[in-house]
């Protein structure tokens, strides 16, 4: 039996919606965020907050703020801002043999 999460399902459906308006600039990264949460990834902060205007005009998130609708979603947004400084510390130099 596999376990379903309610909340990412009803966002994956929101966003598909989204997909289907005409004149939406942003097909690519919605395109993308499904696919990320299908695939069991979670989005990173940039991307929800690129969706977060669309989600505030849903019946059901109208009455909440933009943090509590944050914080709803927020098992599916990845918060790892050090991911970047992780990989310039890692990167190869050659300043050692210069000394």
């Known amino acids: ?3 379903t999460d309610p909340k ?3 966002l994956i459906s929101l966003l598909n919606q989204y ?3 005409p ?3 942003m097909k690519n990264v919605i ?5 990320r949460l299908i695939q069991h990834n979670s989005m990173t902060e940039n991307q929800f907050n690129s969706v977060i205007k669309f989600l505030e005009r849903e019946k059901e998130f ?3 703020s933009r943090s509590q609708i ?3 979603f927020q098992h599916l ?3 790892n801002k050090y991911s970047k400084e992780i990989v310039n510390e890692s990167t190869n130099d050659l300043t050692q043999f210069f000394i």
């Open 77 to 79: 947004i990845n918060n």
């Open 70 to 72: 944050k914080n709803y």
């Open 8 to 10: 990412k399902e009803r």
């Open 23 to 25: 004149n939406l600039k």
């Open 1 to 3: 039996m596999i376990k």
């Open 19 to 21: 997909l289907y308006k």
């Open 31 to 35: 395109r993308n965020i499904v696919n």
């Open 62 to 64: 109208r009455n909440m």
